[in-house]
């Protein structure tokens, strides 16, 4: 195969012979048989929505004027009309409205959120829905051909397709949990919360994210698991939120030095357990500092934002069974996740600036990472939110809480800010109140 033109005949071959039912070649007007998605994406296309954020934005007049954002998401209950998106397209929203294929609108109702894994669960009250069946991504390969629909730029349902070009992607700093799908199909702004779908229509994936440096689609798009939004939207349909919980280490990747000093064998990998804290579901399971952490039920685990993702997926109370390489001894040990125990800062006391605004304390996370934000603040205004990490202050690097409170306490000026928000830089100003000006009598 040379050219696109053999590589969909190939597709159109592979889908006659029924290994993908719901896309059929089509025919022409000479009853010659072309290749087209057009069956799949005509049985598939209503169970991806249009999704409006209507939300209000302060001034200084006082007025509230609407600003809307738009993105995407996908039935996946038709029956008691439950859609799946990213927690990014309706975050802030005053009101959700969502729009089918078929014309018809609806508000929605916000069942739950996961910012950490920007997953959200919306309800609508509405007849004659059509869902998309999940696939169990766990048996996607790279290769595999996918189609994306969405509505990008707010031009309406749109569809583009590719293949799977990578899987398991994590450590790009756009979630706190990731283990993305990566696909060349064109992703773009208002994509997100869209479906990533293989031949068989089935859901593999919701998408939100793609790498962008020149502003628009660059063949590089991540997805979100069916598997993990599948649980995720089961924590949410529950109780509202992700109730994670908590193993209780601080790990880091194990390095060909590191290896060695623990001698590890050359073909094994694992995370490396530098803390334990106190009372945590680890120490009541014997794991130790110095311990590798291989794998957690059949899962092996190979770097530390893997175990994240890993550990990302499980709620509270969940037992799991985790090996560990310990002294050139490899052991199975059994853990009862337990309640993360979150240690908040009030960032108020480095600065008035920051009052209304609540840092994560656990010196075991890095960096200084926003927990909460109140929405009357001066940072939220400036546009300070949950799940900022303050990676500047001042044009200073900000890596503590120390850091982050040594720069601000010591300005008299106006605090500049720079943050990581899903993967991207962004600048924040906090400006201090100013003087009346009053005039001379």
């Known amino acids: 195969m040379n050219n696109l033109r053999d590589i969909l005949l190939c597709v159109a071959l592979i889908v006659g012979t029924g290994l993908a039912s719901a896309?059929?070649?089509?025919?022409?007007?000479?009853?010659?048989?072309?290749?087209?998605?057009?069956?799949?994406?005509?049985?598939?296309?209503?169970?991806?929505?249009?999704?409006?954020?209507?939300?209000?934005?302060?001034?200084?007049?006082?007025?509230?004027?609407?600003?809307?954002?738009?993105?995407?998401?996908?039935?996946?209950d038709a029956r008691q009309g439950l859609i799946l998106s990213n927690h990014h397209v309706i975050d802030k929203a005053d009101k959700i409205q969502v729009s089918l294929v078929d014309g018809r609108q609806f508000e929605a109702t916000l069942v739950g959120s996961d910012p950490g894994a920007d997953l959200a669960l919306l309800l609508i009250k509405a007849d004659n829905l059509q869902a998309l069946n999940l696939a169990d991504s766990d048996r996607v390969r790279v290769g595999d051909f996918v189609v994306a629909i969405g509505n990008p730029f707010g031009l309406g349902q749109t569809v583009t397709s590719g293949?799977?070009?990578?899987?398991?992607?994590?450590?790009?700093?756009?979630?706190?949990?990731?283990?993305?799908?990566?696909?060349?199909?064109s992703i773009n702004p208002g994509n997100s919360g869209g479906a990533l779908i293989n031949l068989k229509g089935e859901l593999v994936g919701i998408n939100t994210a793609i790498i962008a440096p020149r502003g628009g689609n660059s063949g590089i798009g991540f997805a979100i698991p069916s598997n993990m939004a599948k649980t995720i939207s089961q924590h949410l349909a529950r109780d509202g939120q992700a109730q994670r919980g908590s193993l209780g280490v601080a790990v880091q990747d194990v390095t060909p030095d590191l290896a060695r000093a623990f001698q590890l064998p050359a073909d094994e990998?694992?995370?490396?357990?530098?803390?334990?804290?106190?009372?945590?579901?680890?120490?009541?399971?014997?794991i130790q500092t110095g311990d590798i952490i291989q794998s957690i039920g059949n899962a092996p685990i190979r770097n530390v934002a893997e175990l994240k993702s890993r550990l990302g997926v499980l709620t509270l109370s969940d037992s799991?069974?985790?090996?560990?390489?310990?002294?050139?001894?490899?052991?199975?040990?059994?853990?009862?996740?337990?309640q993360p125990r979150v240690v908040e800062v009030d960032a108020s006391t480095f600065d008035p600036l920051f009052v209304g605004v609540m840092?994560?304390?656990?010196?075991?996370?890095?960096?200084?990472?926003?927990?909460?934000?109140?929405?009357?603040?001066?940072?939220?205004?400036?546009?300070?939110?949950?799940?900022?990490?303050?990676?500047?202050?001042?044009?200073?690097p900000v890596t503590s809480l120390d850091d982050l409170g040594a720069t601000v306490q010591s300005g008299r000026n106006d605090v500049l800010l720079r943050v990581s928000r899903r993967g991207g830089p962004f600048y924040i100003v906090l400006n201090r109140p100013r003087a009346p000006i009053t005039s001379g009598q």
């Open 269 to 286: 990998t694992g995370v490396l357990v530098n803390q334990v804290k106190a009372a945590s579901a680890a120490e009541k399971a014997g």
């Open 163 to 185: 293949i799977v070009s990578a899987l398991g992607r994590t450590g790009l700093g756009i979630e706190n949990y990731e283990n993305f799908i990566q696909t060349d199909a």
């Open 23 to 76: 896309a059929l070649p089509a025919s022409d007007g000479t009853g010659q048989v072309v290749p087209s998605l057009a069956p799949l994406i005509e049985r598939v296309s209503p169970a991806v929505v249009t999704i409006v954020n209507i939300h209000a934005q302060a001034t200084p007049s006082g007025r509230k004027p609407r600003s809307n954002a738009a993105g995407s998401g996908v039935i996946v």
């Open 320 to 338: 799991l069974r985790i090996r560990i390489f310990r002294a050139t001894q490899r052991l199975d040990i059994d853990v009862l996740l337990d």
């Open 359 to 396: 840092l994560d304390g656990d010196p075991a996370v890095e960096g200084v990472r926003v927990l909460s934000v109140r929405g009357d603040s001066a940072a939220a205004l400036a546009g300070l939110s949950p799940g900022d990490r303050i990676v500047n202050a001042n044009r200073h």
